[in-house]
């Protein structure tokens, strides 16, 4: 049965129609709008709040091998996010993150820790031993993160020294790659790499871009070269440019001259030098060891030498080494050396050389030799070095020789005229002589 539709009705004048319904509707859409907002506001809550995505795949496996720095990760479709690296010293540079994963990584933070005297270098060796043994590249590369320092310079020297023994040219391609300067390292690298593959080492070290660097490992590798084959180290050394090639020749005639030094002398006839310090220098390296072997040969050879200063340090270093062994002829040569404070020095360090090697023998020959200083100034150089080491013995040489000098300061006393004899009137006279007439 149809119900009879609403009708007005009057309520205080004024007039009313479906009212409750309204009411209804109009309290519905406030709900909902306050739902909407409530829900509104948790979305955006829950997007503020929630955790950084994760890298992408390939980023993460690039890291997670070393490959990668610790730093900004990104996907096409996500923002680009960073990861905080993990604490290092100040200066360092970023660490990568393959060194940090590594189980050494402890053991190697505990390492720095150490002050310089608590047998750190010990420490450092025994670390690298067993990180290149396990991973040399982690090892390169935290070693290669430390701030420049004498822990970064050992830490590299013992990381060349196992990873050189396993893997030279790998080890070299490090270097290249990641632009590590270090002339020590390098150093220790060419001088072990050259005992195996001596041609190989030594073109890499003088490859190297920094000069100081390049020589340091240009000389190591022809030294170690030159114990197996000297002539080709020298050779090779011989061919390098001028920046390099003295310095390369000094390190070959070192290790030539300790068992053949004769031959070196003769190769490093030939050779020209583009300055005389250059030449000087050799020359050092070569009479150094050549001396203690054969002073004799040693001063010919100096004789052949033309005048100069290249002539003057070759004598002044023999006569500092043969003095142990030929005191005579070393101080020949220091008194004979054209520069006098040059010639009172190298006399005085003659004499040491001598006093040290055998203070009897010195004490028995050393007045001698003082006579034959005329100058007053290379006396008292050796007086003064007798001061600090024998100090009464130098009392003693002062005294004689101020008496020797006093004896020759004053002339000898003519001789005294002999008696004026008359004849004995008493005696027949001799033959051929007149009888004196008799006093009347």
């Known amino acids: 049965m149809p119900q009879a539709p609403f009708k007005a009705e009057s309520f205080e004048g004024k007039s009313v129609n479906r009212l409750p319904a309204i009411v209804l509707r109009n309290n519905r859409w406030t709900l909902f709008l306050c739902l909407l907002g409530v829900l509104i506001l948790a979305f955006g809550y829950s997007v503020r709040t929630q955790p950084v995505p994760n890298a992408a795949p390939a980023a993460r496996t690039a890291a997670s091998d070393g490959r990668v720095s610790s730093g900004p990760i990104s996907e096409s479709n996500s923002p680009e996010v960073t990861t905080p690296p993990p604490a290092q010293a100040p200066g360092a540079a970023p660490a990568p993150v393959s060194f940090t994963k590594s189980p050494l990584y402890t053991s190697a933070l505990s390492v ?152 070196a002398a003769a190769w490093l006839t030939d050779v020209s030098f583009g300055s005389p310090s250059d030449h000087a220098i050799t020359l050092g390296a070569l009479v150094t060891p050549w001396s203690a072997q054969n002073p004799g040969a040693v001063s010919k050879f100096i004789n052949t030498l033309p005048e100069g200063p290249a002539r003057e340090a070759a004598a002044s270093q023999f006569a500092v080494t043969a003095a142990a062994t030929a005191p005579a002829e070393a101080l020949m040569w220091a008194m004979n050396l054209s520069d006098p404070d040059q010639r009172n020095q190298v006399t005085a360090d003659a004499c040491e050389t001598w006093y040290d090697k055998s203070p009897e023998t010195f004490r028995a020959g050393i007045e001698e030799a003082i006579g034959l200083m005329d100058d007053p100034a290379m006396r008292r150089s050796v007086y003064e070095m007798l001061y600090e080491r024998d100090p009464d013995f130098q009392t003693q040489l002062l005294q004689l020789v101020d008496k020797n000098a006093q004896d020759k300061a004053v002339p000898p006393a003519p001789p005294a005229p002999e008696p004026l004899q008359l004849p004995d009137a008493s005696l027949p006279p001799q033959s051929g002589q007149d009888t004196p007439a008799a006093d009347p």
């Open 112 to 263: 720095a820790g150490m002050q310089e005297d608590d047998n750190r270098a010990e420490a450092i060796e025994a670390l690298m031993e067993s990180w290149v043994t396990a991973n040399p590249q982690q090892a390169a590369d935290w070693a290669g993160s430390l701030p420049a320092g004498t822990f970064r310079d050992d830490a590299l020297s013992a990381l060349m020294v196992h990873w050189a023994a396993r893997d030279p040219a790998g080890a070299a391609g490090w270097m290249s790659r990641t632009g590590v300067d270090d002339g020590e390292a390098a150093s220790v690298l060419a001088g072990s790499w050259a005992a195996t593959d001596p041609s190989a080492a030594a073109a890499w070290a003088s490859s190297m871009e920094n000069l100081e660097s390049r020589r340091l490992a240009v000389s190591s590798a022809v030294s170690t070269w030159a114990h197996t084959a000297p002539q080709a180290a020298a050779a090779f050394a011989g061919r390098l440019p001028d920046n390099d090639r003295a310095s390369a020749i000094t390190a070959v005639i070192s290790t030539w001259a300790a068992t053949a030094p004769a031959e």
